[in-house]
């Protein structure tokens, strides 16, 4: 009988199940545990997105693999209003939620020259840029940060910028919630030829500036991508678009044809209403700074020292703890939450935390009174 084990890849342990002892710890808890770890909207959906899912007539056909001519012109609008930049819908194309995009397009791209063999990405970054790289047997290349979060692109090696298939920035960043120099980014693309993709799922929830786009310096060689889990809490029917760079939008627009990657057709008519209507996302706004302000406050008060982000929904700090798996398991004793450990992020956050605002006010009430009961506890 031949041996079933694999010589080859082993799938790592997918970080969120790691958490099962620290979950055990805030559960305990009189009321239970707070998730605040996976950073999955909690915020019910516009009802008019909803009511499309049942109204497309489209449930019968193959969807387009780009995305229907409704969903495209929708995407195109937005950027439109949001960033003031035209974008023909020819360069726009859809995809299932961005996950997927991010995990499977180094190995798009490597096919397409397979002379390259390295994917470039934050130090401190979303996890999928690695595995992603890894997926497409690339080195995945970490590229240190400045002090604000920025990509340190002086500092990658001349011979890794040869090798680089592509370059993953992400800004507001996930966890940091630090803003990138997207103009600087821009003009790496240009003058490396490296293929800039700029994650750009946050900036509907920029803080320290208003949301900006890679898109807004050009799109030769450059690719945004966006999502609307985050901006219209939807994260459950897994929609979002890449577009940029023609060329490489068409390219691998076709290449994820033929590989049958298509959002439902009655998702692709609701993201359409969703994309169509910006007034769901000023309330969400206001939602995630009233929780960070809140959040912030909390953690304060126990002697923490935390500051609110730039962008994003996160809280993003360290203790004196080296391990932040130690944190989380403080954290979760005391006031009964969980939240990630920041070596979920990268070798270079492991003392952090990152915490996702995605419980309802009343949750978080909830931690503040068992704070100050720590608080009182200790006096
Ligand atoms: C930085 C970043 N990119 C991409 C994603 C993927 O989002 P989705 O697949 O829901 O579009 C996430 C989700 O947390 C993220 O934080």
Not at 48 to 76: D, F, H, I, K, W
Not at 145 to 167: T, W
Not at 251 to 269: D, F, I, N, S
Request: some cysteine; proline content about 7%.
């Amino acid at each position: 009988m031949t041996s079933k084990v694999s010589t080859g890849f082993t799938p790592p342990p997918y970080p969120y199940d790691r958490l099962d002892s620290v979950a055990v710890l805030a559960e305990a808890h009189p009321g239970g545990m707070v998730d605040l770890s996976v950073g999955t909207p909690v915020d019910p959906p516009i009802r008019e997105v909803v009511e499309a899912l049942s109204a497309s007539n489209m449930e019968r056909g193959y969807p387009t693999s780009l995305g229907s001519s409704m969903l495209r012109n929708s995407m195109r609008d937005w950027i439109g209003r949001r960033f003031d930049v035209e974008i023909p819908p020819t360069s726009i194309a859809s995809c299932i939620g961005t996950k997927e995009f991010v995990a499977s397009t180094p190995w798009y791209l490597r096919l397409r020259n397979p002379t390259k063999d390295t994917v470039l990405y934050p130090a401190v970054s979303y996890p999928t840029y690695a595995l992603g790289a890894e997926l497409a047997k690339c080195r995945a290349l970490p590229v240190p940060l400045s002090e604000d979060g920025r990509l340190r692109l002086d500092l990658i090696d001349k011979r890794d910028v040869e090798r680089a298939v592509m370059l993953w920035s992400n800004s507001p960043s996930n966890p940091t919630g630090e803003i990138d120099d997207l103009a600087a980014l821009y003009e790496f693309a240009h003058e490396t030829g490296v293929p800039v993709f700029s994650d750009e799922c946050y900036t509907e929830f920029s803080w320290s500036e208003l949301p900006n786009s890679i898109l807004k310096y050009g799109t030769d060689n450059v690719v945004a991508v966006h999502s609307l889990s985050k901006r219209s809490n939807l994260a459950g029917m897994r929609v979002g678009f890449y577009a940029g760079d023609s060329e490489l939008v068409d390219y691998l627009g076709l290449v994820r044809k033929h590989a049958g990657m298509m959002v439902p057709g009655p998702m692709q008519y609701a993201a359409s209403v969703a994309f169509n209507d910006d007034a769901h996302v000023e309330l969400q706004r206001k939602v995630y700074l009233d929780r960070l302000s809140f959040m912030v406050d909390v953690f304060n008060g126990l002697g923490y020292r935390v500051s609110a982000p730039k962008g994003g929904f996160y809280l993003w700090f360290r203790s004196e703890l080296e391990d932040g798996f130690d944190l989380a398991a403080e954290l979760a004793r005391t006031l009964g939450i969980l939240v990630s450990p920041g070596e979920f992020y990268g070798n270079d956050s492991r003392p952090f935390v990152r915490v996702a605002m995605v419980a309802d006010m009343s949750r978080l009430e909830l931690v503040a009174k068992r704070a100050e009961k720590k608080v009182r506890f200790d006096v």
